[in-house]
């Protein structure tokens, strides 16, 4: 079973512009979450999708914001690019909400911010 | 919210012995404790979780331990070998898995000394 794929790897953008990230999680899993990983704060949780809506959301600014398809894929976009929004963004998708189903992540998209 | 703490940052052992891992929770409605290793470039991948309802779980050379009581978990590896080097996350969610994002610790960074 393929794992989660996140395109595109890498990513080079300047200020003020905007970027999508997309995310297919393993198949079958309906439940995708994004993080925000930097050497400063480490993980952070940003939002979750399950069926096609924003369940959670994490503490960031309304820049940032996502949406899941009904195939379970997620995108994710960050509007106004700042300098300190360089990150490794990374996906994870898990079986369903409930309790105990572990989350499985990509290998992440790395935006670099000039 | 949930506060994660880990520690140590950095932890140097001589290949074969022990290493432990220990981490803190401040909510104590989390019930699910997940760890995570991450190599240089990789993503993050689950290498063990425990539930609240256990003290104590073992696969192979690693094991977690839960002080609910306490609010901490530890993560144990024995015989430790070059490719455990890694960077380890401990992680805390209230609901279990997606559905309310998890909390990270800010990371171990494991070095085996041959």
């Known amino acids: 079973k393929a794992g989660v794929t996140q395109t595109p790897r890498y990513l080079i953008k300047t200020r003020g512009q905007q970027v999508t990230l997309s995310c297919s999680p393993i198949?079958?899993?309906?439940?995708v979450s994004w993080y925000q990983q930097t050497p400063g704060q480490g993980l952070q949780f940003l939002f979750e999708y399950f069926s096609e809506t924003q369940r959670n959301k994490g503490n960031f600014p309304g820049r940032f914001s996502g949406r899941q398809f009904s195939n379970s894929r997620s995108e994710m976009n960050v509007s106004t690019l700042e300098l300190g929004d360089s990150a490794l963004y990374l996906c994870?998708?898990?079986?369903?909400?409930?309790?105990?189903?572990?989350?499985?992540f990509g290998d992440g998209t790395r935006l670099s911010i000039l | 919210g949930e506060n994660v703490e880990q520690h140590p940052s950095t932890l140097s052992v001589q290949e074969g012995d022990s290493a432990v891992i220990k981490c803190t929770y401040s909510?104590?409605?989390?019930?699910?404790f997940p760890w995570y290793k991450q190599e240089l470039g990789k993503r993050p991948q689950l290498i063990i979780d425990?539930?609240?309802?256990?003290g104590e779980k073992k696969d192979q050379r690693i094991a977690v331990t839960l002080n609910k009581t306490a609010k901490h978990f530890s993560l144990h590896i024995t015989e430790t070998q070059p490719e455990d080097s890694a960077v380890y996350f401990c992680?805390?969610?209230?609901?279990?898995?997606?559905?309310?994002?998890?909390?990270f610790g800010k990371g171990t960074h494991l070095i085996i000394q041959p």
């Open positions: 994870a998708s898990s079986l369903d909400r409930g309790q105990g189903q572990p989350q499985h």
């Open positions: 198949s079958g899993h309906r439940s």
């Open positions: 909510d104590s409605a989390s019930n699910y």
């Open positions: 425990i539930r609240s309802n256990v």
């Open positions: 992680a805390a969610s209230v609901s279990g898995g997606g559905a309310d994002g998890l909390t």
